[in-house]
């Protein structure tokens, strides 16, 4: 039996959906887009949602609605999926990456400001495997240095800190629904903004820079398909629709883990910070490198054991993941910007201790059981 890192959770209702749309005549640019914009932008609290056809192409159109160019500058953080990153190059600009605070694994406030030049045009925030802290104090920081922030929410829909709703906290906010997020359409990506010409830009730009008024094939300008189908729409429709209840699923999910190891001194336990309404992405556990430095920064271990933990579980049929590698010591990102070891000491330290759990909707108590169970003898070996 394999147990699996991540799982779609597809219903009856999804795939009647996704059925009623492929018996009708629009399979794209049809009601359920406007309809799933619609229904995304009201559950978020934002003007406009404009849906593209992943998380990626979200960001990268916020870089160009913005007007990011070559020349520009973008903070984000090492310790996230390169796409946070990527996007910032593909409109030519430079990533300018700033290390993370050790409890929330996002970018650490304290940081930022170190990273601003006279070239910054923008911020991209991240909220790491759906945790919204610190996210506040970043939007303080831009807001006083008069930056936009692109908030990369693509781990963490239906997440919100004090109260407010991550997607509202940027000037532009993308989730994304590849098959392992908290809901998903396939492929996917929404981009959230109350600012209307923002997301004009981005309508236009999704469909090969056609304008309002334009027709099908009158061009305002350079543009892309990055349009989604009414096929993801409709799945998306029904999946948005069940939110609390996959909220719900996963947070019990989590609480299982927590029960099982929270003892265990050789981890380090995610946790829901203060404020923090954490919609859960996944289950990262870390290794703590002794019981006396729970930062998880002493170098009590190396990434050698770590990866000899993963292949153990993987051996076991247990399916685990090593998020995140240091976005800044991907070869061709140290190839193009001379980026090196010991550039940002907390992402490093972190990234070789994480364990990233099996976590979907419909995971049981039972192979939670087994995960665990597994966990820990493998931990006494190594
Ligand atoms: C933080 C983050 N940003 C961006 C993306 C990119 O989304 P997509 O895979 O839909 O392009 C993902 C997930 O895949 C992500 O986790």
């Known amino acids: 039996m394999q147990i699996y890192l991540s799982r779609p959770d597809i219903t009856a209702r999804e795939i009647e959906a996704v059925c009623e749309v492929l018996r009708g005549p629009n399979l794209s640019l049809g009601p359920k887009l406007a309809e799933f914009e619609q229904v995304f932008a009201k559950y978020i609290g934002t003007k406009r949602a404009v849906a593209v056809n992943s998380g990626t192409s979200g960001l990268f159109l916020c870089m160009l609605a913005l007007g990011i160019a070559p020349g520009d500058e973008v903070i984000t953080t090492p310790f996230t999926f390169i796409a946070s990153a990527t996007s910032v190059m593909m409109a030519g600009a430079r990533p300018v990456f700033v290390d993370i605070d050790p409890v929330s694994l996002n970018i650490d406030p304290a940081n930022i400001e170190a990273g601003i030049t006279e070239n910054t045009k923008a911020i991209v925030a991240v909220e790491v495997f759906g945790n919204p802290a610190g996210l506040d104090r970043l939007c303080e920081i831009a807001q006083k240095h008069n930056l936009p922030v692109i908030d990369d929410s693509c781990e963490a829909l239906g997440s919100a800190l004090n109260g407010k709703k991550v997607g509202t906290f940027g000037t532009m906010s993308v989730f994304g629904f590849y098959p392992n997020k908290q809901i998903t359409t396939g492929e996917g990506g929404m981009i959230l903004t109350d ?6 830009m981005c309508v236009s730009l999704r469909n090969q820079g056609r304008g309002k008024d334009s027709g099908w094939l009158g061009h305002d300008r350079l543009g892309y398909n990055f349009r989604l189908s009414d096929i993801n729409c409709a799945l998306g429709i029904v999946q948005l629709s069940r939110i609390d209840q996959i909220k719900a699923k996963r947070r019990q999910v989590a609480k299982w883990y927590q029960e099982i190891l929270a003892e265990d001194a050789r981890l380090i336990m995610p946790a829901e910070p203060d404020g923090c309404d954490m919609s859960w992405f996944v289950f990262v556990v870390r290794l703590a490198p002794s019981v006396a ?6 170098d009590g271990f190396t990434l050698e054991k770590r990866d000899r933990i993963l292949q153990a ?5 247990i399916q685990v993941g090593n998020y995140f590698p240091p976005v800044h010591l991907q070869p061709f990102m140290v190839e193009q910007f001379g980026y090196k070891q010991g550039d940002f ?7 070789k201790s994480t364990i990233a759990l099996p976590f979907h909707n419909n995971l049981t108590k039972d192979e939670v059981a087994i995960v665990c169970k597994t966990l820990k003898e493998v931990l006494d070996k190594n």
Do not use: F, H, I, K
């Not at 600012?195 to 004009?200: C, E, G, I, K, R």
């Open 195 to 200: 600012d209307d010409y923002l997301a004009d």
């Open 293 to 298: 430095d729970v930062s998880g920064l002493a």
């Open 313 to 317: 579980m993987r051996s076991q049929n």
């Open 345 to 351: 000491p907390v992402t490093e330290a972190v990234s």
